[in-house]
């Protein structure tokens, strides 16, 4: 019986709907909000898990194509997907280390000068199965990755926005919000490369802002998430296809569209994949709700020096143009990193993603063009692009060897802190 | 009793937040205003009265809804306030 029930609280559900059900008890909301925040919230989890288990069959299909069109391995740089494999097979460490990071950065804001309160919930969820896959492979025991993981996480979520906070309070023009967003020594990178861009060309405001740029209207499409990674999928899938068919591998093709009509089915396939992201991240966004608002909650009542670190859509209003730019740029800057694995033969290659060129590209335009005007927010994304195809090969060979395999954790911060952690294990032996 | 979707583009991170804040705003005003919370597909069916969204979204999403809010600084409560009111004041 004991069995059974320490069977049962490793599910991952059920360890979320705890978390919020503390959460929305310490707000001391009424029992009718507490019962449908809890159910909800499991609900949310369970969407996502739906959501996850479309999306990885896709991206097997789409992984199968790319290696038999191309002879090599290909891998979405699509942290959704990563992270839905990490949950499936380590949901309980993840969740854990996940939920002593949030008690952690609410520790070291309180009593450390750093006082960012990490408020991207999805963030800190990527970010908790990275740190917790580390320590996996390199054979812990789940309360020290619980336990370590969880500091290193809220010990990253109070420190890391610090270094971006200079240009953060140059953008919104105030000191009241830090970048919530884990790719904040990317993002610090790009503010440094538009300084010196800024010194080099002789930057002023007047001229060389971005917001004095036209940039296509069709751009502008990629605003809405859901068409992004729609067209993207799409174009992919035919490239993929395509290659096999010029590779004479005609019959698998055919095998996998099944009834659909071979150019027809990529597609299908995109669009599929796009449909099964919605369900993914409306799965997301019901489960991470309640725990964000509870989050918000107690450090508002018990931090009130502390400085909310927000996801990066909320700086986009401050510079939109160069968050134009910046998708631009860091795709570009994808496409170039790819170009370099293919070049130095790399036995994997990492494959550019919409969501992320858009989201983390768009904010590294944002930092650039702030000094450096347009042609830093182009060079800055551009590097930060490269950094988000490449810097995933670091740690790539142990996940897939932990079974999360086809997709990769591209954001900057999650790899190097990644990485080092990775390193400093390797010393213990 | 008006009825407002906060939303934006992927809608979890950001827009979260907006809502927070936009729920402690009409909480702390008494404001005759109910919100939920959604990305853009959400705007799909939405029988609401307003579409509360970052700033540079405004625009776009204008033309398509009753009547659509942009909010600059997310964290800043005084232009919330501001901007419901002014919702508020269209619908006298």
């Known amino acids: ?429 | 009793m008006y009825k407002a979707l906060v939303c934006c583009r992927a809608g979890m991170g950001s827009s979260m937040l907006l809502k927070i804040k936009v729920d402690q705003v009409i909480k702390e005003n008494t404001m005759d205003i109910k919100t939920e919370h959604g990305n853009l597909d959400s705007l799909i069916g939405f029988d609401g009265d307003l579409v509360v969204t970052m700033d540079d979204l405004k625009d776009e999403l204008a033309p398509k809804v009753p009547y659509a809010v942009g909010i600059r600084n997310i964290m800043d409560k005084a232009e919330i306030k501001v901007k419901l009111n002014q919702f508020l004041d269209s619908k006298k």
């Open chain 1, 1 to 429: 019986m004991l069995d059974a029930i320490l069977g049962q609280v490793r599910n991952t559900a059920i360890i979320v709907g705890t978390i919020a059900l503390i959460g929305l008890l310490l707000q001391k909301k009424t029992m009718n909000e507490i019962i449908s925040g809890t159910s909800k919230t499991i609900i949310g989890f369970m969407i996502f898990n739906i959501g996850s288990d479309a999306i990885s069959a896709i991206v097997t299909t789409f992984t199968t194509l790319f290696n038999t069109g191309f002879g090599i391995e290909g891998v979405t740089t699509q942290v959704e997907v990563a992270t839905g494999m990490a949950l499936n097979t380590y949901g309980t460490e993840v969740a854990l280390v996940m939920v002593l990071g949030f008690i952690v950065n609410l520790l070291v804001a309180k009593y450390t000068r750093f006082k960012a309160i990490f408020l991207t919930g999805q963030h800190f969820l990527y970010f908790a199965c990275v740190i917790a896959l580390v320590f996996i492979a390199h054979g812990f025991s789940t309360p020290i990755i619980v336990l370590v993981g969880g500091i290193i996480l809220g010990f990253c979520g109070a420190a890391l926005p610090t270094l971006c906070q200079p240009f953060m309070n140059e953008i919104v023009g105030s000191d009241n919000l830090a970048i919530g967003h884990f790719n904040t020594i990317g993002y610090a990178l790009s503010g440094y490369i538009g300084k010196f861009v800024g010194k080099v060309t002789h930057y002023d405001q007047e001229s060389s802002d971005s917001s004095n740029v036209n940039m296509p209207k069709f751009f502008e499409l990629f605003r809405d998430f859901v068409f992004s990674v729609a067209l993207f999928m799409v174009v992919l899938f035919y490239v993929v296809v395509i290659a096999c068919v010029i590779n004479g591998h005609m019959e698998l093709v055919q095998e996998l569209s099944g009834n659909d009509i071979w150019f027809i089915w990529p597609l299908l396939q995109g669009l599929k994949f796009a449909a099964a992201m919605s369900v993914l991240i409306y799965g997301v966004r019901q489960f991470i709700a309640e725990i964000t608002a509870a989050f918000v909650a107690i450090s508002e009542k018990y931090i009130p020096d502390s400085k909310p670190a927000v996801d990066c859509p909320a700086i986009f209003p401050f510079a939109p143009t160069a968050v134009v730019i910046g998708f631009v740029g860091s795709f570009l800057g994808g496409l170039f990193g790819m170009g370099l694995m293919i070049a130095f033969n790399s036995s994997v290659i990492m494959i550019p993603a919409a969501g992320i060129c858009f989201f983390s590209g768009g904010t590294a335009g944002v930092f650039g063009n702030k000094h450096g005007g347009w042609k830093g927010a182009l060079l800055g994304s551009f590097v930060i692009g490269i950094g988000l195809v490449m810097l995933p090969l670091l740690l790539y060979p142990a996940f897939s060897a932990l079974g999360i395999s086809g997709a990769s954790f591209p954001n900057v911060d999650y790899n190097v802190i990644g990485s080092f952690i990775d390193w400093l294990l390797s010393l213990f032996g």
